[in-house]
């Protein structure tokens, strides 16, 4: 896929993800920090452990995971790690993609220069969107 955007750069990966918030609820209370540590940056988790329900913003970082991994199209795995997409916040509070060594090596690999994220939740599911895009230059 190379699909060009107005401002001379292109799309080369998609990826999309919806999960189910009880899912991660469930996967935490029986697995503890063992599966937030496997799964989670200590960013995101200092983030999403702020609020007073915390399953549905994990969530949404679980959605962003898996939708980048299916962006890159390895899956998680050997290349691409819970851990190598860690979901933090820009300026206005927008969600940004901070990648790991792993991560930034796939982005490279593909001719990638910037993920671009987008997530939403509700009390019972998160999804995620995700854009592998070159920007011109």
């Not at 799309?11 to 469930?26: F, H, K, N, Q, S």
């Not at 300026?91 to 490279?108: F, I, N, T, V």
């Amino acid at each position: 896929m190379n699909i060009r955007l107005e401002e001379g750069g292109f799309v080369l990966g998609v990826g999309t993800d919806l999960v189910d918030v009880e899912r991660i609820r469930a996967s935490h209370q029986r697995h503890g920090e063992r599966f937030l540590d496997r799964v989670f940056t200590a960013v995101e988790q200092a983030y999403c452990l702020d609020h007073r329900n915390p399953y549905p913003h994990l969530a949404a970082r679980f959605a962003a995971k898996e939708a980048l991994s299916k962006a890159f199209s390895t899956g998680i795995g050997a290349e691409f790690a819970f851990t190598s997409l860690s979901v933090e916040h820009g300026e206005r509070s927008q969600p940004l993609a901070r990648l790991d060594a792993k991560g930034q090596a796939l982005l490279e690999a593909v001719g990638g220069t910037n993920v671009l994220l987008s997530l939403t939740h509700t009390s019972t599911l998160a999804q995620a969107f995700v854009l592998i895009v070159r920007r011109p230059g």
